[in-house]
């Protein structure tokens, strides 16, 4: 009973340890064999997002809203491989215009700049909106559909190390878009957990994402670290067990890209004597320190509510600077133990 309380420790909650912030992606360690997990997490992403070094390019984030549902089967060991386990999620996600504050940072119509003296306009694909406004990417909606799967090395009582391998496919999304979820073609990584006392629990995780590599380089690779101590309770205000995971979460691309609409608009100038002068191109190549928040509640013994908050407290190229999320986890056994 107390490993199976263990497991469920680590595997509830799990899925909200798990979204936009990047690659802060992680995996159940594992359920229990002839289980189906099945969950529903909605997300929104706030605060700013900062696509260029220029702090001009820097906005508020809207209107970026994420839902997405999974469901999961334990189907028990496979040779030294235990609670062997696949699963599928869908993500569906709607994310707002990119553009710039003509009050801020007034761009001028592509072209118009005079010869040999480029100065910041709205052009290399983006749509100029007059006034000074231009949207370099539009509103978007599309869907990220993705199968994994995922294996305990070992566990016991007091310990679990799990590892997973996941693709996703991408379906009506645009790739080259700065502010959309990431999308990692092809990734893999582990979760360990371990118990420091009764009441108190270590999580670490690692993730490792490809981006659009091999086959495209509009979404850089990433490294993901995260570590949270996970605080237990038996009783709550509410009649429920309860429990919240803190902790520092890293993470930093792998790869680097170029943008041509946000450099034409917020890169600087460079002069060269002799040279005419040219717009620099400044890389896209995230880096992220934050801390997460993950706070759930299990309802019974099968069903969780699960909470999160994810804030980033310095870096650079943040697609979002806070995340924010709710989701319910169902485990429904199909089979008895042991069959």
Known sequence: MRDSRLLAALALGASVYARPAGAFVSTPVGGHPGELDVSAVATAERGKTEPNENEASWRPTRGWYEATFGAGYTFGHLGPLQFFALRLQVTHF??????????????????????????????????????????????????????????????????????????????????????????????????????????????????????????????NGALALGTLFHARTRSWILPWRAGVKLGPYVEGDLHEREDARYDLAFSPVVTRPG?????????????????????????T????????????????????????????RGLVELSPPGR
Not at 183 to 188: I, L, M, N, R, S
Not at 278 to 288: C, I, K, L, N
Not at 313 to 325: H, K, P
């Open 301 to 328: 013994e099968h069903v969780s509510v699960e909470l999160g908050y994810v804030q980033k407290l310095f870096g650079y190229d943040a697609r979002a600077t806070q995340v924010w999320f709710a989701g319910v």
């Open 94 to 219: 709607t994310t707002p215009a990119e553009r710039n504050d003509p009050a801020a940072w007034p761009l001028a119509a592509p072209g118009s700049s005079a010869p040999g003296a480029p100065q910041p306009e709205c052009g290399g694909g983006a749509r100029y909106l007059g006034g000074g406004l231009c949207e370099f990417y539009p509103a978007d909606r599309g869907t990220l559909a993705t199968g994994e799967v995922a294996f305990a090395i070992f566990h016991d009582p007091r310990m679990a190390l799990g590892l997973f391998l996941r693709a996703t496919v991408p379906f009506a999304m645009d790739l080259e878009k700065f502010e959309n979820p990431r999308v990692d073609y092809f990734a893999g990584g582990f979760v360990f957990g371990a118990e420091l006392q009764p009441w108190l629990a270590i999580e670490a995780s690692t993730y490792l994402g490809s981006g659009t590599r091999p086959f495209g380089t509009q979404q």
């Open 275 to 299: 040279v005419s002068a040219e717009v620099a191109t400044d890389r896209v190549r995230a880096a992220r320190f934050a801390v997460a928040t993950l706070p759930y509640f299990l309802v």
